[in-house]
């Protein structure tokens, strides 16, 4: 009995010293990230990839390991309600082969296009393409040769439809990596798009010749495919007042996506498990979104389910206090990029309280003695639906297939003129391409970040969806119209000014 009574004791001690933890503090959550763990969460990816065909594109055996590998990561941690988000979306794939008088070329399938299988001659077109002018009377039957710019790839190709043309190839008016889409199912005529140089080296082979033929093979791949948000909230914190991280988990077909978004999917997951060793007075919401690369499918999915859409209402929404957005974190050629919320770069800022992340950033960096440059709020990563639903968005990134300035290199180092990633939407996505530097230092952002407003939001105002989101709506058709007069300016920005939908580009 004196033996077994201490131990009895002891067990009922026991569990209540384990549940005590410590409040979150910045310091203590930054000083957790290190450098060693973020390199074995990213060579973990790479390794779902490889054992499954080489990409993780939603709903891909590659895609579904990540969900798993995210979804028991959290469970083990004890302190995550977690669930994983089911949704349908389609998945398009193809297999693209062009070539001009026997000469091989790179092409991308432009989205939505058909499977065709075409020898026809190539006819340039002239100017852009954008008015049924542009066609000459030789493009009809044949392939139209457009050169990208000024209006939609979908303008573009009805327009080579029109015209009577039998296939179209939209070549790059800039030196960066192109993917485009046609902005949904239509009638279009089979359709890719080729880089800048190979364009060049067309128009060469068109100039000198009166005749060119080009081949164009497309077999375009089309399936409803089933897919995972996993989403994660602590069992702790105020549920009313909640802080949203989140990150997208697919990748393009092309590659394994270590950059894009493996590193921010790593980095958010890190913190996350770092998180809960403390205590938090707000509730944090953990996101890992699918279908981003096809046009931020699951984050829109998420919100039409809290916003009223297919389920909850403006309450709920009203509840997330804030959203941070982490994609592309650790591109190779880095610049280090802070959502511009206050607008003052590109005169479209975020919901109210978008400032104060911005500034938060800000003042982070500073203190690792680290500068940074705005970033564009262009709709191109899964922020955009929370801006669309009022609320305070935030983030950083490091650019993608944009070109970085020579004022860029000045303060970051790495080559002016070259592409932040150039290995983006590219089978080169692998571990050897993340700068783990930027890595670490942008993962202990969203550690200080998470541990600042998981105690106090601050000065950050609770949204309000319905007016927010209204305003956005115009701000949004503002910057539509804006973007037709600047559109081959933007165009070499890249994504740190613009964020994702990943260079699936409608307009340029």
């Not at 990150?247 to 890190?270: E, K, M, Q, R």
């Not at 942008?442 to 105002?461: C, E, L, M, R």
């Amino acid at each position: 009995m004196k033996t077994t009574t201490p131990i009895v004791a002891a067990g009922l001690v026991a569990p209540a010293i384990a549940q005590y933890k410590p409040v979150v503090s910045s310091s203590e959550l930054v000083k957790l990230v290190t450098t060693e763990e973020l390199l074995q969460g990213a060579t973990d990816l790479y390794d779902l990839a490889i054992a499954n065909g080489g990409n993780r594109a939603f709903g891909s055996p590659g895609h579904n390991a990540t969900v798993d590998y995210i979804y028991d990561a959290l469970v083990e941690t004890g302190f995550y309600d977690v669930y994983k988000q089911p949704f349908v979306e389609l998945y398009e794939d193809a297999q693209v082969e062009f070539s001009v008088s026997g000469v091989e070329y790179d092409a991308r399938y432009l989205q939505y296009s058909p499977s065709g299988d075409l020898d026809k001659p190539l006819v340039a077109v002239a100017n852009v393409g954008c008015t049924a002018e542009d066609f000459p009377a030789p493009v009809a039957n044949n392939i139209a040769f457009i050169q990208r710019g000024e209006c939609s790839f979908s303008q573009k190709v009805a327009n080579a439809k029109t015209a009577g043309a039998a296939g179209a190839i939209v070549y790059n008016n800039v030196n960066e990596t192109l993917s485009g889409t046609l902005g949904g199912p239509g009638d279009w005529v089979p359709s890719a798009s080729v880089e800048w140089a190979p364009g060049q080296a067309i128009l060469a082979q068109l100039a000198s010749s009166n005749s060119t033929t080009a081949s164009l093979f497309i077999n375009v791949i089309s399936e409803n495919r089933t897919t995972f948000n996993v989403i994660a909230e602590t069992k702790e914190g105020d549920h009313n007042n909640v802080l949203a991280v989140g990150a997208h988990t697919d990748s393009v077909p092309a590659g394994p996506g270590i950059n894009d978004d493996g590193s921010g999917t790593i980095g958010i997951l890190t913190v996350a498990k770092h998180l809960a060793n403390f205590s938090v007075k707000n509730a944090v919401r953990f996101a890992f979104w699918s279908a981003e690369e096809f046009g931020l499918l699951g984050s829109y999915h998420y919100l039409k389910t809290i916003n009223g859409t297919l389920g909850g209402n403006a309450t709920e929404v009203g509840k997330l206090r804030a959203y941070l957005n982490f994609d592309m974190i650790a591109s190779p050629n880095y610049a280090l990029g802070v959502y511009d919320g206050d607008g003052s770069a590109f005169n479209l800022s975020g919901p109210p309280g978008s400032e104060i992340l911005e500034q938060d950033f800000v003042n982070f960096f500073a203190k690792l003695n680290k500068s940074v440059v705005p970033s564009e709020y262009s709709g191109r990563s899964d922020y955009a639906a929370f801006l669309d639903n009022g609320i305070p968005s935030g983030g950083v990134d490091t650019g993608a297939e944009g070109l970085k300035t020579a004022e860029e290199a000045a303060i970051f180092g790495g080559e002016a003129g070259v592409a932040y990633d150039v290995n983006y939407h590219l089978v080169g996505d692998t571990v050897d391409n993340l700068a783990m530097d930027a890595f670490l230092w942008n993962t202990q952002a969203i550690a200080d970040a998470v541990a600042k407003y998981a105690v106090d939001f601050g000065s950050i105002p609770k949204p309000n969806h319905t007016v927010e989101a209204k305003k956005r709506n115009v701000e949004k058709t503002k910057l539509r119209r804006a973007l037709d007069h600047v559109k081959p300016r933007l165009s070499g920005l890249g994504k740190r000014y613009g964020g994702c939908v990943h260079d699936v580009k409608t307009e340029l």
